[in-house]
């Protein structure tokens, strides 16, 4: 039982490139979550999707797009990727209202140059 | 606006001494916390959780108290063992227009010395 797998787990990126993070869950669950980790700044909250076809804006969504086409995955897309994108990304889901245990997963270090 | 607080970024205890981890949030629309814990180059793993209509949760040696009206939230880990140092992240949940945002705070980095 693989639980959640982010894709890929480390990059470099220059600016200006453009890259999607992928995130895998086999657990049928219906909410997903993507978030920055910065020193100093916690966990802040990039997209979310409540099932499969849905997205929503969490609370540092600029410059980030996200698409859930399938219920088991949910990707995140820079278009245009910035320094300030520097930052180690987690995925999460959760298997119905954010009541739950969410189940992370094992993060992106992203380092744009 | 930070919607959970975690004003403590770091805290050190004893081996066998209580620690006390503090969370305050701003919405009154949550109705669930958690708490997840963190090592380094790990994701969170779930900890202990809380519904709004109660004011306590057990499990083990992790207590989690709720006081609705200061809108505060504090972990109880006793006794603290050094396997417990980790970063410890208060979050919280509800139904915010029809949809459901699970938001962190900023973490307290938990030291426990032998």
């Known amino acids: 039982n693989a639980g959640v797998t982010q894709t890929p787990k480390f990059r470099v990126l220059k600016t200006g490139q453009s890259m999607t993070l992928l995130c895998a869950q086999d657990?049928?669950?219906?909410?997903m979550y993507w978030y920055r980790q910065d020193p100093g700044m916690g966990l802040r909250l990039i997209h979310y999707?409540?099932?499969?076809?849905?997205?929503a804006k969490g609370e540092v969504p600029d410059g980030y797009n996200v698409s859930r086409l399938k219920k088991q995955n949910f990707l995140l897309g820079l278009e245009s990727a910035a320094p300030s994108q520097t930052s180690v990304y987690f995925c999460?889901?959760?298997?119905?209202?954010?009541?739950?245990?969410?189940?992370f997963g094992q993060g992106t270090r992203l380092t744009v140059v | 606006d930070q919607q959970v607080k975690q004003n403590s970024p770091s805290l050190s205890v004893q081996e066998g001494r209580i620690s006390i981890l503090n969370c305050d949030y701003t919405?009154?629309?949550?109705?669930?916390f958690l708490w997840y814990k963190k090592y380094p180059a790990e994701g969170p793993t779930f900890l202990i959780s809380?519904?709004?209509?109660?004011d306590k949760n057990e499990d083990g040696r992790f207590t989690v108290f709720l006081n609705k009206s200061a809108k505060h939230l504090s972990l109880h880990i006793v006794p603290s063992q050094p396997g417990d140092s980790a970063v410890y992240f208060c979050?919280?949940?509800?139904?915010?227009?029809?949809?459901?945002?699970?938001?962190f705070g900023k973490g307290t980095k938990l030291t426990v010395n032998p």
């Open positions: 999460a889901s959760i298997g119905y209202r954010a009541y739950t245990e969410a189940f």
């Open positions: 657990m049928n669950h219906e909410y």
């Open positions: 999707s409540v099932g499969e076809g849905t997205t």
């Open positions: 919405n009154s629309m949550f109705d669930y």
């Open positions: 809380i519904s709004s209509i109660k």
């Open positions: 979050a919280a949940s509800g139904d915010q227009g029809g949809s459901e945002k699970l938001v």
